[in-house]
């Protein structure tokens, strides 16, 4: 044992409440839209994708850390949703990449704009978590 402190340790409870409470929000924001949290993940990996090109499934399943069956089968069910679409790619028509509708580009844009309010909000919170403590670096930096 590295003789933690009782403040870190506040902090981090405090630290990973707040992330299960903004977890469950984001998932009652998505519902009010008619999406289920892995849909409105997999619409955020699309809008969010860096690049010239619309993202692929592979693509999207390593932002989302699934592997590649699971991404086709969400995908499949947020194309039946009439959220996405998916292009073959005009240089190799082995790559099929995907791509939000209209109907998708306003959900995503609706809830980008929910979640960015609400972590304005939030900010402050985890400001004085990591100022509270001497929170050392772990698997994200």
Not at 46 to 63: F, L, R, S, W, Y
Not at 64 to 92: F, K, M, P
Request: hydrophobic letters at 40%; zero cysteines; charged letters at 20%.
């Amino acid at each position: 044992m590295h003789g933690l402190s009782d403040a870190e340790f506040q902090a981090l409870l405090a630290f990973r409440t707040a992330l299960r409470r903004f977890n469950r929000w984001s998932e009652e924001q998505a519902k009010s839209v008619g999406l289920t949290h892995a849909q409105h993940q997999l619409l955020l990996a699309v809008k969010g994708h860096v690049g010239p090109q619309p993202p692929t499934i592979g693509d999207v399943a390593e932002a989302l850390l699934l592997r590649h069956h699971s991404t086709v089968e969400l995908v499949n069910r947020a194309q039946v949703g009439g959220y996405i679409d998916r292009q073959r790619d005009a240089a190799d028509a082995r790559i099929v990449r995907i791509q939000l509708t209209p109907k998708g580009e306003a959900s995503i844009e609706q809830l980008t704009e929910l979640h960015i309010a609400e972590l304005q909000q939030l900010a402050p919170l985890l400001q004085h978590v990591v100022d509270g403590a001497e929170l050392r670096h772990g698997p994200l930096g």
